[in-house]
């Protein structure tokens, strides 16, 4: 049996970045052995249903994730800020049914409330909506990782508090081997970090794509989503082929001297266990008043909405008779 779980993995449901087809994916954990896996799409939770029952087939334990984006500010705030992103990545996980209900309401907000070139949440959201869940620090573009690269020791300081503060023990900071020089300054001070603030660290590689092999296709994809050719020499790449779905022995190689970080990804594996019912219909409770039956609730509801729509008609149609009034009353 694997001794590593792959916590930050983005599907095909990452539109136009994510290279990962669920049927694939699953022949290649049992090729490597693997028992468990998270989904953790850019912004949406689109492919979790199909992912969750997908791997129940499979015999795969699924883990529930999504890697929102963050405002650097307020989610309502919708204009770039010279020197700031319009927004990080955090990886959010859910440990429980409960967790999995603040995912899905923190992806409605985002959308609803948040979307500024893409979705995003904030603190303040996240302080109402986190009972369980798991919060990973994301590659680099998360907000720990861009302040690091930014040697801006101050800003770092006053985010790893604030992630403390609302995730307490179930926050984690991550650590990749991708290749890139950025994130090897990176691994080295949230190794520091983690000694110094007592936060666990954890081996993720956010996979994009399979097989290595597959990192030139990828390529491909990333110009399509950005509308740019391979030719092109300012576009957006990912400049290493190491963002594929890796064997627990090439991820244990990769963290020899930080084995810590790959056992906790068997620890957020053991704690995640979400439950999706699909046998069972599930509708909103409507709480009445005790003096009421459903029925007569829904009646007074209809003929309500119908006198409140009484001056649009009229605006609308002209003069509306009363005998007209009766007719609508008896169709309602």
Partial sequence: MAEFVHLHVHSQY???????????????????????????????????????????????????????????????????????????????????????????????????????????????????????????SACLKGEIPYLILRDDESGLKRALEEYLSIFGNRFFLEIQDNGLEEQKKVNETII?????????????????????????????????????????????????????????????????EQREAIRNTLIIAEMCDVQIDSGTYHFPDFKISSSMSLEEYFEDLCIKGFEKRIPDIQKNHGVLTEELILKYRERL
């Fill in 14 to 136: 990452s539109l136009l970045d994510g290279a990962i087809r669920f049927e694939k994916l699953f022949e290649l954990m049992r090729t490597l052995g693997m028992s468990s896996c998270a989904i953790t799409d850019h912004g949406s939770m689109f492919g979790v249903a199909e992912f969750y029952f997908l791997a129940k087939e499979n015999g795969v334990k699924p883990i529930i994730g999504c890697e929102m984006y963050l405002a650097p500010k307020s989610r309502h705030e919708q204009r770039k800020i010279k020197g700031e992103e319009n927004a990080y990545h955090l990886v959010l996980i859910a440990m429980n049914n409960t967790g999995y209900k603040n995912l899905i309401k923190l992806a409605t907000v985002a959308q609803f409330e948040g979307f500024y070139y893409v979705p995003r949440i904030d603190k303040d959201v996240l302080r109402e909506y986190n009972e369980g869940l798991l919060c990973l």
């Fill in 192 to 256: 520091r970090l983690s000694k110094y603030y007592n936060i666990p660290i954890v081996a993720t590689n956010d996979c994009h794509y399979l097989r290595r092999e597959e990192a030139k296709s990828h390529d491909i994809l990333v110009c399509i989503q950005t509308g740019k050719k391979i030719s092109d020499k300012d576009r957006l790449s990912f400049k290493t082929d190491q963002f594929y779905f890796k064997s627990s022995e090439e991820m244990e190689r990769a963290f020899l």
